[in-house]
């Protein structure tokens, strides 16, 4: 018996033992997990890397930000309001239902219906299926962010999620809060499938053995996505080797995981832009732009982002980051206290003035820390400032009210284009149209609305920059804002993994495409 | 004894309705949930209808008695962030936390009696004053911090400890997982256990070293000593019998405050429990969830309170004819 029982074992030694040497797993830590599995249900860099894992984009970026094809294998303008875009063959869902262009279709359809995606698609009217492998993508104007908008389109199982649940709900249906279907249950193309989650612990990706991207060398059979919101505990777990990725590495431990043996860091620029407003109903000196301008120069964004933000930041003279069409070199940050204090003199505040700031203390980057610095920076001018940092939780009831009369605010263009900062943080306040949302400066200027409308209807992109730039001038110009720096991004791997080739300044990493090395 | 148990019960729903009266109260100071459920470019105009789902634009009583209707029947209303029944996601997150209690319970029963008894009967020795001495500094380190360094120290430094989670834990009974199951389970409860008790530890040391050292100073241990008893069997049978009895009395009360304390414990070492959920949902704004763990965590000290005046009742006559007079 005793015999049997230990051939039994060896025999199972044996034939497990391959299986447990072949899998190649990467544990990755962020500082957040995914809300919902329904990539439709929250617009946010936690969905988007959920869904460039479980899902695939129609096209998509590259490091450099150009556009690369994903499920769409081509794209031609037909007219001046149509894209055609030609579906790569062969896709087939997790399900197992092949990918065909009624799923883009019914997938527009959805998106439309989101809370958070339709204004993105607000230009976009239909999508009209041509064939199985065929789709016209239709906006209501010209529109030159056609592409950049395809981004957006992860294709949804539109079998998987049509129908009914046992309780008589609609399987497709986007829920904000609440329980759904498609925020438990999900089908998509990408190169993985969610075995396990159990949400704020733990979600176990496996991979999908029908990829269609036979080209992609990305070898990793299994994912283990821990959420883990300390940021000491976040870098120990990389350093002790109890995680292989973490995302994002804290500006205080860079140093740290750059010197520690077996962890690499990999940084980038990132595209999220810091500025302060200054609300111009609120305080008379702020209509003047020479006062505005002051404070632009007597702020010392350079010096924030070595002290303060210990390097890890980009500084920034205006809000389009190097690559977006806006961008100039030309718009470059203004520090010069003897230039500030005398445009103050010359626009009768000699004296100065006392205004009240606010600023967050845990949304942003060491974000009560630079509305410190910048306080007292306002200070050699003679600008008293009486600032008060809050928890993001209260401080953005309070953005809304406009309650201080300097207000931290940074923004991430979903659209990856500078008329997106444009549109929400400087445009005319306006409730229609919902431009100004974010302008707690009411800063306004109809030349630089009509030049954002006229960059919005225009597709050559060479005639775009131009205008884009323009705008962008103006808006320095004038010191529409106070720019402050684009935030850096930092991750820490495990050295061998080449995690540097996947990670973009979007942040949502492609690990379908990650290659680790193994046996070492 | 009839009347006493209906007067105690009765204070005891009075006070869970003050309890839900603030807890509820409070929500409206925590911030907007909105922000945390939708992305920035969303319009105002579609927050509001939103709102208007949610019910949050209507009045506070109506809201209030909304919230004590459905908690009556066991409803503590649904968690934004995990789409289910608030009640449910504390009732999973709570074994975690109570498995982490009683770690940190082992390590202060194991050491404290040892370590305080040792320090009563050689109060000047070398090692004496070295634990006494590491008493304050346990007790004056703030847990999150005690907490950080051993994850540097024994995680990263020495590589012998997980820094971070659960581990392997394996299905008992319902919601409940447990980690003392499997190697793994057990190596990821020692860190988070050693944090959650070094507040703890220290307090009971010198507890337990000051109420032995009061003993070892009365008549029949003196006399036990003039008999020729050996010196062990004084210190650990007739001696420490006495000295536990109070310290049992205060333990039973601050096992209870230790459920504060996991907060921390649990954030730093993201210990999926009770404690580390609360402070997410704090910052996620996810008041149902916040709303129910105020309820929860106070009807559990409401409870304990109640059972314990009880048996005092039953034990001691005398305690509840004082009770009443007052």
């Known amino acids: 018996m005793t015999k049997f029982v230990r051939s039994l074992a060896a025999a199972a030694v044996v034939a497990m033992a391959p299986v447990a040497y072949a899998e190649t797993t990467v544990r990755v830590a962020y500082d957040a997990d995914p809300v919902s599995l329904d990539p439709h249900e929250q617009l946010s860099g936690g969905t988007l890397q959920l869904s460039h894992m479980v899902f695939d984009p129609l096209v998509r970026w590259t490091q450099d930000l150009q556009f690369e094809p994903r499920l769409a294998e081509s794209w031609e303008q037909i007219d001046g309001t149509t894209m055609r875009f030609k579906l790569r063959s062969g896709v087939t869902f997790h399900s197992g239902n092949p990918l065909t262009a009624n799923d883009v279709d019914w997938t527009f359809d959805r998106l439309k219906q989101s809370d958070d995606f339709k204004g993105i698609f607000a230009p976009f009217t239909d999508v009209e299926v041509v064939d199985d492998m065929t789709f016209d993508l239709k906006t209501s104007e010209p529109y030159p962010l056609v592409l950049h908008t395809a981004t957006y389109i992860f294709p949804m199982d539109s079998a998987f999620y049509s129908g009914t649940t046992a309780d008589g709900k609609e399987k497709a249906e986007v829920v904000k809060h609440g329980d759904s279907f498609a925020s438990r249950n999900v089908s998509g193309t990408g190169p993985f499938i969610v075995s396990e989650r159990e949400q704020g612990v733990r979600v176990v990706f496996d991979r999908y053995a029908d990829y269609w991207d036979s080209e992609s060398g990305g070898n990793v059979d299994k994912i283990v996505l821990s959420p883990i919101k300390e940021d000491p505990t976040r870098v120990a777990a990389l350093l002790s080797g109890d995680v292989d990725f973490i995302a994002p590495v804290p500006p205080t431990d860079l140093k740290r995981v750059e010197e520690a043996e077996g962890v690499d860091l990999i940084t980038m620029p990132g595209t999220r832009i810091i500025t302060f407003q200054m609300n111009q109903e609120r305080v008379e000196a702020f209509k003047d732009a020479r006062v505005r301008k002051a404070i632009d120069y007597a702020v010392n964004n350079a010096g924030i982002v070595d002290r303060i933000m210990r390097g890890f930041g980009t500084v920034g003279g205006q809000a389009s980051p190097s690559g977006y069409l806006g961008y100039s070199e030309e718009f470059a940050p203004r520090f010069d206290l003897e230039k500030a204090k005398a445009l103050m003199a010359e626009a009768g505040y000699a004296d100065g003035f006392s205004i009240t700031m606010m600023a967050p203390n845990n949304r942003y980057v060491n974000d009560d820390k630079i509305a410190q610095a910048v306080a007292s920076m306002l200070a050699q001018i003679n600008i008293k400032v009486d600032l008060q940092t809050m928890p993001k939780a209260q401080y953005w009831p309070a953005f809304d009210e406009r309650a201080a009369d300097m207000m931290m605010i940074g923004w991430h263009a979903d659209t990856e284009d500078s008329a997106n900062f444009h549109q929400f943080l400087t445009a005319c306040p306006d409730d229609a149209t919902g431009n100004g949302q974010y302008n707690s400066g009411n800063y306004c200027n109809e030349e630089a609305d009509k030049l954002m409308n006229e960059a919005n209807a225009e597709t050559d992109p060479a005639k775009r920059a131009e205008l884009l730039q323009k705008l962008e001038g103006i808006l320095y110009e004038e010191a529409a804002f106070i720019p402050l720096h684009w935030q850096n991004l930092a991750w820490g791997a495990k050295s061998g993994m080449n995690a540097a080739e996947i990670v973009n300044a979007l942040n949502f990493p492609y690990f379908g495409d990650l290659v680790v090395e193994t046996g070492s | ?326």
């Open chain 2, 1 to 326: 004894m009839f009347a006493y148990l209906a007067k105690r019960v009765i204070q005891a729903i009075a006070v869970m309705f003050v309890i839900s009266l603030i807890a509820f109260a409070i929500q409206g100071n925590l911030g907007d949930p909105l922000r945390e459920l939708v992305g920035q470019s969303v319009s105002e105009e579609v927050r509001q209808q939103l709102r208007d789902e949610l019910g949050l634009n209507d009045s506070f009583v109506t809201q209030y008695l909304r919230f004590a209707g459905n908690a009556l029947q066991g409803d503590l209303g649904t968690s934004y962030f995990f789409k289910e029944p608030a009640l449910d996601v504390i009732l999973k997150k709570l074994p975690a936390t109570l498995e982490l209690v009683f770690g940190a319970t082992l390590i202060i029963v194991g050491l404290s009696v040892p370590l305080g008894v040792y320090t009563a009967i050689k109060p000047n020795s070398i090692l004496s004053r070295i634990i006494m001495g590491l008493s304050i500094i346990g007790i004056s380190i703030p847990v999150f911090l005690t907490a950080i360094l051993m994850i540097f120290v024994f995680s990263v430094e020495f590589g012998w400890l997980p820094s971070y989670g659960r581990g392997d834990t394996v299905q008992v009974w319902g919601y409940w997982q447990t980690n003392f199951a499997t190697a793994d389970g057990w190596l990821h409860i020692i860190l988070p256990s050693i944090a959650l008790a070094s507040i703890m530890l220290p307090l009971f040391v010198r507890l337990i070293r000051a109420e032995m050292m009061e003993v070892l100073q009365s008549e029949y241990v003196k006399y036990a000593k003039a008999k020729g008893i050996n010196p062990w069997r004084i210190y650990f049978v007739h001696a420490l019998k006495n000295t536990l009895l109070p310290v049992i009395t205060v333990g039973g009360v601050q096992i209870g405050t230790m459920v504060a304390y996991t907060i921390l414990t649990e954030t730093v070492f993201q210990w999926p429990g009770m404690g580390f959920m609360f402070l997410e949902a704090v910052n996620r704004v996810d008041t149902p969830l916040i709303v129910a763990y105020l309820i929860v965590v106070g009807f559990i000290f409401v409870v304990t309170n109640t059972i314990v005046d009880l048996i005092y009742g039953l034990v001691n006559p005398t305690v509840n004819i004082a009770r009443m007079g007052a």
